[in-house]
Structures are given as C-alpha cells and as structure tokens.
C-alpha cells in the first residue's frame, strides 16, 4: 500500500476509535501516533486554547500560522506571544506575492472584488504547500462555529490535502469553550475583547451586529461563510 493509503486506512480508523475522545485524549493519540516533524497544529491566533492543551500533552511541536499580510497588528502579536510562551515552533506559510505584488498583478483591493481568488492565494494554496510536508494536521474548529462544521468528526481524513485531520475540540460548547479561557487564563487576540468573535483578515473582518451570527462579521455583504481551509 502506498503512505497515503495507510494514512487514509488509520485515520478511518481512528474515526471510530476516537469518536467520543477528549481534546487531550486525541492530542495524546497524536503525539503517540505521528512523529513531531510528521504533524502541524494551525492557529489564527484568535486564542491559545488549542495550543496550550497540545503542549500539556507534548513539546516542540509545530504551529501552522497564515501570513497572509492582510492580518490586525493584534493578530501578529498574539502570533509573538504565543511564540514567546509556549514550547513551540511558528512555521509561517507566506504566500507567492505580496500584498504589493499581488495588487501589480490583480488590481488593487482583490479581496473586494474576488474574495475567494484572493483567499485562494494568500491562505489555500500557502496551506496547502505547507502540509504537503506532513502526514496530520491539528484544528481548533468546532461544530457549533458555523452550519458548515456542524458534523466536523473529532479524527477524520482529509481528501484535498492527503493527510489526517485532527479536530480536538470539535465537541465543545462556546461555554466549555470560554470557561478553559477564564480558568487557564489563555492568552486570547484583544481583538476578541473588543467585539470582533471571529477574526480573520483586517479587510474582511467587522464586528457582529448585536445578536448576530458570531461569523456574520466576515466577509460582510459578500454572501461568503468560509475561505476554503476546511473544504
């Protein structure tokens, strides 16, 4: 069997083994199963909820973070302290071109008038070149983020990038969620303080309307949910 197919056949596996696991009983089942060059936890950097639960499980590991040259000047510095903090290693996955660059080629202001081009290059093909290095990915999405992830499994197979698909706390509640902030004192984006629930790109990112879908502050009026990274 080829590597991709075992890797398919294990995370097939796993899907039922793990199915009910706990964040840190999936992360431990990570750390066991994939050697520490072999598998990459990504980070938007709006918390360290996922990456404080993986280092209580292992050292060292790699954190997959997009710089995409769009970010909040907030966003990098929770990047540098999360950095500064934890046991870990940033691997920042750079687009071909610039923001410059991109705007000579495009036009200027590409997120305006082709969002899922412009998420296409500054985020899904950069993704996609830096876990083509690795056999497992980790994820911080949840089921309740959005109608779209509602069935998101704990261990599942990625089909687009040929590599397992960890989801640590796809199960929890935004309840379960904000108590380890408050109880382990996480460090958390300031933008998350001031009103901004889901935070991605400064042109794209805007605050809810009160009582509004936390995710309706991205991509606003676009008619636009998701930017591609998890299909």
């Known amino acids: 069997m080829s590597a991709v197919t075992d890797l398919k056949s294990l995370a097939e596996r796993a899907a039922d083994e793990l199915a009910e696991a706990t964040a840190l009983e999936s992360l431990t089942w990570v750390a066991e199963t994939f050697p520490l060059n072999r598998w990459i936890l990504a980070s938007n950097m709006q918390d360290a909820v996922l990456i404080d639960l993986a280092a209580k499980v292992v050292s060292g590991f790699d954190v997959l973070f997009l710089e995409t040259g769009y970010h909040f000047a907030e966003t990098i510095g929770t990047r540098d302290a999360v950095e500064s903090v934890y046991p870990l290693t940033i691997v920042n996955a750079l687009p071909d071109q610039t923001v410059p660059e991109q705007d000579a080629e495009h036009g200027p202001n590409l997120f305006e008038r082709a969002p899922d081009r412009c998420c296409a290059l500054r985020k899904v093909i950069p993704l996609q070149r830096t876990l083509s290095r690795y056999d497992a990915w980790v994820t911080g999405v949840r089921r309740v983020d959005a109608p779209t992830r509602a069935n998101t499994p704990i261990v599942g197979w990625d089909e687009r990038n040929g590599l397992v698909k960890i989801n640590p706390i796809a199960a929890w ?23 901004y629930p889901s935070i991605g790109c400064a042109p794209c990112t805007a605050k809810p309307l009160p009582g509004a879908d936390p995710r309706s502050g991205r991509w606003a009026g676009q008619g636009k949910t998701e930017c591609g990274l998890h299909g």
């Open 173 to 195: 509640t935004d309840e379960e969620f904000n108590a380890y902030i408050a109880e382990h004192g996480i460090l958390e984006n300031p933008l998350v303080g001031a009103g």
